[in-house]
């Protein structure tokens, strides 16, 4: 069973930077995408920016690209979100998801392992 925990959420300024951390467990995750969404009350799921275990390809939502930055540690079995000059709108539960994939995922349904969101608040 994967288990994907995510931490490094909190309050920020607008400008500022924060990293997010998603740590999975359960698989080898050589096979796996990996993806960060988020959700702001009363909207949908939103795609924010995904990566191929392998770490060679990426893709980032345009509201965050150029802001944001999708990583992660093959050792440690983490993935990370670093994200810089942070809007108000940047305002949701963060959570990272990963499915048994060889491409990228973008869209919510297609990943079936999620893990329980951290919130990221940006005041003006």
């Known amino acids: 069973q994967v288990q994907l925990v995510e931490s490094g959420g909190g309050l920020v300024q607008a400008g500022g930077s924060l990293r997010l951390s998603c740590a999975a467990s359960g698989r080898p995750f050589s096979s796996y995408a990996m993806g960060w969404f988020r959700q702001a009350p009363g909207k949908e799921r939103e795609f924010v920016a995904a990566?191929?275990?392998?770490?060679?390809?990426?893709a980032y939502a345009d509201s965050v690209k150029g802001r944001f930055t999708i990583s992660r540690d093959t050792a440690k079995n983490t993935m990370f979100l670093q994200m810089n000059s942070l809007k108000p709108e940047d305002t949701a539960v963060y959570y990272c998801g990963a499915v048994l994939s060889l491409r990228l995922a973008v869209r919510p349904h297609e990943y079936n392992y999620w893990g329980q969101g951290t919130q990221v608040t940006v005041s003006s």
């Open positions: 990566i191929k275990w392998s770490g060679d390809s990426t």
